[in-house]
């Protein structure tokens, strides 16, 4: 079973503060996607990466960063996080079908 | 951009009531996946359709790849209290952006006991 785990299930964090959210798959997958999720939004994509040290932007990339040194791990980065920025963030990994694998996600609160 | 309509946006229904819903999209997919959300979880994949026509179960699912390409059916059949959650569809974007998946704004299921 492809396992997809996530740092953290809730943070809770201030305005201005550096955030990194932590993703690391287990099946050697090439490809790492971030997403956040809002009601009534549905699924947007952040940022993905399909190899190490390569990371292209999703639809919506403005106000975050992210870092692929290792296969397995893909870091999302809130350089200065603010309240609109309270959501709920989705790691995704795939192998060489289009089949994505998601993990429990991230709460993120920022006050 | 390519979309994804999803039918109904909600539903309630009875435990035991078999049910159905749909996703369309405004142009060809040639993958149809199908995942379902329980609360304050990620989503987890149920079905993926690779050729039009195709029927795949799944337990008490069922997902339909339509044949025009434009639309896959999910259906669960007897359903229990914990088929609560949401159900989503997404496809690969085509071209350049392979990558990526679009997603459906999903269908939000009750189960009422």
């Known amino acids: 079973d492809v396992k997809v785990t996530q740092s953290s299930r809730y943070l809770v964090k201030r305005t201005g503060e550096k955030v990194f959210l932590e993703c690391v798959q287990d099946?050697?997958?090439?490809?790492m996607f971030w997403y956040r999720q809002d009601p009534g939004l549905g699924l947007r994509l952040i940022y993905f990466?399909?190899?190490?040290?390569?990371?292209e932007k999703g639809d919506i990339p403005e106000g975050y960063s992210v870092s692929r040194e290792k296969k397995e791990r893909f870091s999302l980065i809130l350089e200065s996080a603010s309240t609109n920025q309270t959501s709920m963030y989705l790691c995704?990994?795939?192998?060489?079908?289009?089949?994505?694998?998601f993990g429990p996600g991230t709460r993120l609160t920022v006050t | 951009g390519q979309q994804l309509n999803q039918s109904p946006q909600s539903m309630f229904i009875q435990e035991g009531e078999d049910v159905s819903m749909n996703c369309t999209s405004s142009?060809?997919?040639?993958?149809w996946l199908w995942y379902k959300q329980d609360p304050g979880e990620g989503p987890v994949l149920l079905i993926a359709?690779?050729?039009?026509?195709e029927l795949t179960s799944n337990g008490r699912l069922t997902a339909q790849f339509g044949i025009t390409r434009k639309d896959s059916f999910l259906n669960i059949s007897a359903s229990i209290p914990s088929d609560v959650g949401i159900y989503f569809c997404?496809?690969?974007?085509?071209?350049?952006?392979?990558?990526?998946?679009?997603f459906g704004k999903g269908t939000k299921l009750s189960v009422i006991p």
């Open positions: 359709l690779y050729k039009a026509g």
């Open positions: 990466s399909y190899d190490v040290k390569m990371k």
């Open positions: 142009s060809i997919f040639n993958t």
């Open positions: 099946m050697d997958h090439e490809n």
């Open positions: 997404a496809g690969p974007y085509s071209g350049a952006g392979s990558y990526q998946l679009t």
């Open positions: 995704a990994s795939r192998g060489n079908s289009y089949e994505q694998y």
